[in-house]
């Protein structure tokens, strides 16, 4: 059998001062021997790594027939240089890209045998930067079986968004031969992704309409008290209407609207799909509104007096209501605070006109 060497810079800074004879000026003398697959032997001294991991600190202290024999230690099944840079390790916590990029798989399940946790932590992370397709099923098995969550959620994710590559890979093709759990796991993933996907996407839609139904409310609330390019209360000079506001767009629209439901002549007999809309916009405007004696929009002090015969609505449109007015104070909050304070105070002017 071969037997590895320490380095000379590591008997030179020696990690553990408890092992380190003053006298000599290097390390007191090996009492363990580590095997390698390979059949080599890796010098080593029993205290530091019985104080660096508590399952080779149970392999030392286990009963030996004879009391002088040597005390060896297997280490199997993964490359004799991975287990050199594991050992070095329990010296000195360091290791290197390089080591990393040939050792990172092995490292991370000798640290999860030995439990070693700063190792397992640094190659877990290592090996989160050096996922590729090629290799992310293989590591996707190993952070199952060691226990880390982080790697396994983030392997997960790549295969996810790349499923259609890593079909074709051999790891893959592995996988489905001999672990069908872990296949169907990943599916399962996947189907799940997608569901959180589409459901995020129509909260994303139904947020975007509520945001929508709230700019009008702002809207109608603005053309009635202030007016805008063409319409505006029926007590205003329609050469002061004011040009063109910061939300004109909607504004365009809803006066398009305004016009045509007062023109209507089909609007008496529910006939009309638009009419029907402006109807149910001063409904939802009635229902938002918290001054309907000082309001100026049409039909919001009826609607309410409605509404409490009725003894309130029914309960999709308080749903709805409810809507709108998140939306409204999420988009008031996304707002900078320069803008917010200028519409607080343009709000206040507002106001003092209805007053």
Excluded at 45 to 70: F, Q, W
Excluded at 75 to 96: E, H, K, N, Q, S
Excluded at 259 to 288: E, V
């Amino acid at each position: 059998m071969s037997t590895i060497e320490f380095s000379d810079e590591l008997i030179r800074n020696p990690p553990f001062s408890d092992n380190f004879d003053q006298s000599t000026g290097g390390f007191s003398e090996v009492d363990v021997q580590i095997i390698t697959s390979g059949g080599m032997r890796i010098p080593a001294h029993r205290s530091i790594l019985a104080s660096s991991s508590p399952v080779l600190e149970s392999i030392i202290d286990r009963p030996r027939k004879h009391r002088s024999s040597e005390i060896t230690i297997p280490i199997l099944g993964v490359p004799c240089d991975a287990v050199a840079v594991f050992i070095r390790f329990l010296y000195r916590p360091m290791c290197t890209e390089e080591e990393m990029d040939k050792y990172g798989i092995h490292l991370l399940a000798l640290s999860h045998v030995f439990l070693v946790p700063h190792l397992k932590q640094r190659s877990a992370k290592a090996l989160i930067e050096r996922l590729t397709i090629d290799n992310v099923v293989d590591v996707l098995q190993l952070a199952r079986l060691c226990d880390t969550p982080d790697l396994y959620l983030k392997c997960m994710k790549m295969i996810s968004s790349n499923f259609k590559a890593v079909e074709y890979t051999e790891g893959w093709k592995f996988l489905q031969n001999h672990d069908p759990w872990l296949e169907l796991k990943i599916l399962e993933f996947i189907d799940e992704t997608e569901l959180r996907k589409k459901k995020t996407r129509r909260h994303r839609e139904e947020q975007s309409l509520y945001l929508q139904l709230s700019e009008a409310m702002e809207c109608l609330e603005h053309i009635c008290t202030e007016g805008c390019t063409s319409v505006g209360p029926h007590d205003m000079d329609p050469s002061k209407n004011k040009g063109q506001c910061s939300k004109f767009a909607t504004c365009q629209g809803l006066q398009i609207l305004i016009r045509h439901f007062a023109t209507c002549k089909r609007r008496a007999n529910g006939g009309c799909s638009r009419c029907k809309r402006m109807w149910q916009l001063f409904r939802l405007h009635s229902s938002i509104c918290d001054q309907p004696d000082l309001c100026r929009v049409p039909l919001c002090r009826q609607f309410k007096l409605k509404a409490q015969v009725k003894k309130g609505d029914d309960a999709r449109w308080r749903l709805l209501v409810r809507k709108v007015i998140s939306a409204k104070a999420i988009s008031s909050l996304s707002l900078p605070k320069r803008k917010r304070e200028e519409e607080a105070t343009d709000h206040l002017g507002v106001r003092s006109f209805c007053l």
